[in-house]
């Protein structure tokens, strides 16, 4: 029985008696974007059957599976030729290691490229590392909401800003590579900018003669000392014995800049106990000191003493060395916690700065011993203290945080103990009411012999046993009376005029002062 699979090997075995040439070829069309060369197909006479031919396509002939009509044959031993002339035209040929896979589509076949491993590799990569990118944000804008909510519920004070000591200029380029390279700058650029930092402090001080004329004028020293700036708008350090005088007797200060201006400064504060005093006048636009830590100084490490020595040496500068830290001194019956150099300096250097050889303000000149022919040691306040001294006083204007007993006192000393049959100590001449030591017990006539774990032996001694507490704290006090040891709880009061220039004066004292009580 003749069947159309028949039919069709008869059709396959007539292909067979052409030969592929393609001189006797019709002669091709022009190439075209939308179909390939030799690939519009001629057809022959309808087919006989009431059906088109091999309407169900076969996947194992891509040639041949959506035609609707015979092409014209030219020659093909194989059913992979046609595919071959094919792929010649439009894409590298096909092998075993190909990078290209083949469809067909309307009787046309195709080439594309196999996608390759890594690229699955990079876009699993972008899509984790979207992902990570969206996480952050949501994470810091969760962070921001909650941290806004906050400040409006108010769990955060924000107290004035303050900005003290200065960054070196953009345009001083041997600054710059010291900063980023944490490497020493020459003495001679220190100096020139010292010379935009450091002041010459004025001042006038009471005549001493006695016979003086009531219109006579106060004798006006040429300079008292030195300071130096530490913000733009004119604060600045000093010493406390600078301007002791004339803030006893209420004389002006004046302020001398190295252009030659003067200012009329204001006291805002000091603490006579560091020794420390800060200043203010009406200016703008200075040049502010680098202010180093003083935490971080060893000894050996090279320095310079800018000032005005002897008053009229403006501008002067002196090196050498760090040679100890932490030592004591006591200048004027004041103990002042200080670090040793040896760099030369004189009167009229107190309240200068210590620089450092990166630039950075390191420590404020407060003394030097002149016994004998010693030199070389002076003694200079750890810029630190100065700078949390001049901190609080800006912000809270006293000095906060400092501890208050609330009493009077006079030294006793040993001759005087055995004089009158007492201890050696601290008298109490005075208790304000409603005080640290009221509300402990203490009474006049006591002598406090320790605080806390340290014996008490003078004013001084109190003073700097002080230091180490703070208002709130509690501690026990010791006390001599009437013969009698007693240890008492005394908890600090905090004092609200620390610092402050215009502090009240204390309660009178009992009105025999003469001898100890």
């Known amino acids: 029985m003749y069947t159309p699979n028949d039919e069709k090997r008869d059709e ?19 190439p075209s974007h939308s179909e390939p060369v030799y690939s519009e197909p001629i057809c022959t006479t309808e087919p006989s ?27 093909v031993p194989s059913h992979q030729e046609p595919q071959k002339q094919i ?70 004070i924000v107290n004035q800003q303050v900005v003290l000591g200065g960054v070196r200029p953009d345009n001083d380029l041997t600054a710059q590579v010291a900063t980023l390279a944490d490497e020493n700058m020459r003495a001679q650029d220190i100096y020139d900018m010292a ?31 030195s300071g130096f700036i530490i913000s733009s708008d004119g604060y600045i350090l000093t010493n406390y ?14 302020v001398v800049l190295e252009d030659g201006s003067e ?55 002196t090196e050498g060395i760090i040679s100890a ?42 003394a030097k011993v002149i016994r004998g022919n010693v030199e070389g040691i002076g003694f200079a306040i750890p810029i630190n203290d100065a700078v949390e001294i001049a901190t609080a006083l800006i912000e809270d204007g006293y000095i906060s945080g400092r501890p208050l007993i609330g009493v009077t006192i006079v030294n006793v000393n040993p001759i005087e103990a055995e004089h009158y049959g007492r201890v050696p100590g601290v008298a109490i001449l005075s208790v304000n009411s409603d005080s640290a030591a009221d ?40 006390v001599w009376r009437e013969g009698e040891t007693l240890v008492l709880t005394i908890t600090f009061d905090e004092d609200f005029y620390a610092g402050r220039p215009d502090r009240p004066n204390p309660e009178p004292l009992p009105q025999e002062t003469d001898e100890i009580p």
């Not at 014995?241 to 209420?250: C, D, L």
């Not at 800060?278 to 050996?300: C, E, F, H, M, W």
């Open 12 to 30: 396959l075995d007539n292909l067979s008696e052409y030969s592929h040439n393609p001189v006797s070829e019709p002669p091709p069309r022009e």
């Open 439 to 478: 509300n402990a017990g203490l009474e006049v006539g006591d002598i406090i012999v320790s605080l806390g774990d340290e014996s008490v032996t003078s004013v001084d001694s109190l003073r700097q046993t002080l230091r180490s507490h703070y208002a709130g704290d509690t501690t026990e006090i010791t």
């Open 325 to 366: 830290l932490d030592r004591v001194v006591t200048v004027d019956r004041i103990t002042i916690n200080a670090f040793q150099f040896s760099a030369a300096v004189n009167r009229g250097n107190s309240g200068g700065p210590i620089y450092n050889q990166r630039g950075e303000v390191i420590g404020i000149v407060t």
């Open 49 to 75: 059957h009431s059906e088109p031919i091999y309407t169900d396509p076969t996947h194992s002939h891509p040639m041949y599976s959506e035609r609707s009509c015979y092409e014209q044959p030219y020659g």
């Open 241 to 254: 014995h600078v301007i002791e005088m004339a803030h006893r007797s209420n004389l002006p200060i004046s």
């Open 195 to 225: 010379l935009t930092q450091v002041v010459g402090i004025r001042t006038q001080i009471p005549s001493v003669l006695p016979f003086r004329e009531a219109d006579s004028e106060n004798r006006v020293t040429p300079v008292s000392g």
């Open 263 to 317: 200012y009329i400064a204001r006291i805002v504060g000091f603490e006579a106990t560091n020794d420390v005093a800060l200043l203010k006048i009406n200016a703008t636009g200075l040049n502010p000191a680098i202010l180093g830590d003083s935490d971080d100084i060893r000894v050996g490490e090279r320095v310079y003493a800018v000032g005005n020595p002897l008053g009229d040496l403006a501008y002067t500068m």
């Open 87 to 156: 792929l010649d035209a439009y894409a590298p040929p096909q092998d075993a290691s190909s990078e290209y896979s083949i469809f067909s589509r309307n009787s046309q076949v195709y080439t594309a490229p196999k996608r390759e491993k890594g690229s699955k590799k990079v876009s699993a990569f972008l899509k984790v590392a979207c992902l990570v990118l969206v996480c952050a944000l949501m994470s810091a804008a969760s962070a921001y909401l909650v941290m806004e909510f906050r400040f409006q519920r108010g769990d955060f």
